[in-house]
């Protein structure tokens, strides 16, 4: 069992006439009072029973989870509690934690740069805050190809996470181990969707001809998937438990009987994932060309980059990618993380058929084009603050230059006056060979003279280039 933490920062209702004037762009009241809501009905009571249920199971009841760098950041700042919950089912060795993205962002998809460096980020916070260096990686929203696993595999990572998607898989079954098609060294855990959604979306469906779901029936469909399949992989998101199946549909009764059920009435056992990627052999190689998700019907991207707004979004912002990488300015580097958080994208979807529920989930917007106004105007003000920062950078780069070519002439006027002074002053005490006193001499005047022209020519050029740029109107360096 796998389970996704993430709540991202969401922006404020940023206006046109804001762009210039005002650099802050979040709503803090609406990110606080969603998360400690969050934070009550799920996060805290799943955290307690799954406590309670790997005590009482005494290490055979295992799980994992990712939380992306947003959501402990906001933890850290609107509900610290909940990070010491995870602390504690760190500690039970029971639980293991894995790398993804810091921003939750798509940057797999676009920079690999940025995508390397966000993983990086992320396993340093995990290490420090959890005292495990993640050896599985799980991208966001399982966000999965072919050369996206290579570049996993490069960043030292033995397994990784995606979704069990029939168009990839075609007959082929998800309860098995496969292989990145580039980089067979990598395993790949595929989602069982229909199982897992049938906890994270049926559960409280009374339509459903399934229901009510107990932990027995969900038992008895385990025990129907044949023996030779040896793996069950039921990834979702951790705020199934509470938020979106609420504590009076029962979910939380199911999920307390569930590890009980499945010793007593079948022969699985629970894993994290690092332990199957282990103790499994590889079956096939999963061929995923085109990038895959476990977002609505189509698995693909279509959530996040399916219509021109959120297109036109997503490649500005990463059009901004070089002069990020000019900048030192900590607020700036902070807003271009919260700017690639998946979430603003999802909210520009126009998909309003069978995923429009899920779409409008804590959706803060009306519609998908004033999300995209909203982004696009933070995005407008981001980039001025960025041009201005690199700008008085490159400033500060002529200005250094400037410094250490004056400190030069200095250093060569010094020493063109000690010259004249010894030639001055007559033949030195010190008795040298005649032949020899020429030839350093001759080397002498060479060399200050070589030294003299290049000095010259690097004034002169430095000097008709601040005078081409006053002449041109431009800002004076």
């Known amino acids: 069992m796998y389970f996704q933490v993430h709540q991202p920062f969401r922006f404020r209702n940023y206006r046109f006439f804001d762009i210039g004037n005002d650099h802050y762009y979040y709503d803090d009241y609406t990110n606080e009072s969603i998360l400690k809501k969050v934070a009550e009905k799920s996060y805290l009571p799943a955290n307690n029973l799954m406590l309670d249920l790997i005590k009482k199971h005494k290490g055979n009841f295992k799980i994992s989870y990712s939380i992306s760098g947003i959501a402990l950041k906001q933890f850290e700042l609107y509900a610290p509690e909940v990070i010491d919950s995870f602390k504690a089912l760190a500690a039970t060795g029971q639980v293991e934690f894995l790398a993804e993205t810091y921003a939750h962002s798509l940057a797999s998809m676009k920079n690999k740069d940025e995508f390397v460096s966000q993983v990086n980020e992320h396993r340093e916070l995990i290490k420090n805050m959890f005292g495990q260096d993640p050896t599985v990686f799980r991208n966001t929203e399982l966000v999965y190809s072919d050369e996206i696993g290579a570049t996993v595999h490069e960043m030292g990572f033995k397994a990784m996470l995606t979704e069990g998607a029939k168009h990839v898989l075609g007959w082929k079954s998800p309860n098995f181990l496969y292989c990145n098609a580039i980089e067979p060294r990598l395993k790949l855990l595929l989602k069982n969707f229909k199982l897992s959604d049938d906890i994270a979306f049926r559960f409280s469906d009374k339509s459903w001809d399934e229901y009510p779901l107990t932990a027995e029936k969900f038992v008895g469909w385990l025990n129907e998937v044949p023996e030779n399949e040896e793996?069950?992989?039921?990834?979702?998101?951790?705020?199934?438990?509470?938020e979106h199946q609420w504590e009076e549909t029962g979910i939380f009764d199911f999920l307390a009987a569930f590890p009980a059920a499945v010793f007593k009435n079948s022969k699985y056992t629970f894993s994290t994932p690092s332990e199957v990627a282990e103790k499994l052999q590889v079956v096939s190689a999963a061929n995923v060309p085109n990038p895959i998700s476990w977002a609505d019907e189509e698995r693909d991207l279509s959530a996040w980059l399916g219509n021109e707004m959120q297109q036109e979004a997503f490649s500005k912002l990463y059009e901004l990618k070089d002069s990020v990488d000019k900048c030192d300015v900590e607020d700036i580097l902070q807003d271009f993380k919260y700017l690639q958080v998946s979430d603003h994208f999802y909210y520009m979807s126009t998909k309003f058929f069978s995923d429009g529920e899920v779409h409008s989930y804590f959706n803060p917007y009306n519609t998908p084009y004033e999300a995209f106004i909203n982004y696009m105007n933070v995005l407008s003000d981001f980039k001025i603050r960025l041009d201005a920062s690199v700008e008085a950078h490159r400033d500060d780069d002529l200005a250094r230059l400037s410094k250490i070519i004056k400190e030069k002439d200095e250093k060569i006027e010094k020493f063109e006056k000690e010259i004249s002074r010894l030639k001055v002053s007559g033949k030195p005490k010190t008795t040298v060979?005649?032949?020899?006193?020429?030839?350093?001499?001759?080397?002498?005047?060479?060399?200050?003279?070589?030294?003299?022209?290049?000095?010259?020519?690097?004034?002169?050029?430095?000097?008709?280039?601040?005078?081409?740029?006053?002449?041109?109107?431009t800002k004076k360096s």
């Open 231 to 242: 793996t069950i992989n039921l990834f979702m998101d951790y705020e199934t438990f509470g």
């Open 433 to 473: 060979k005649k032949s020899e006193a020429k030839g350093a001499g001759k080397s002498t005047k060479t060399a200050t003279k070589t030294a003299s022209k290049k000095v010259a020519a690097k004034t002169t050029q430095t000097a008709k280039k601040k005078s081409t740029t006053t002449k041109s109107g």
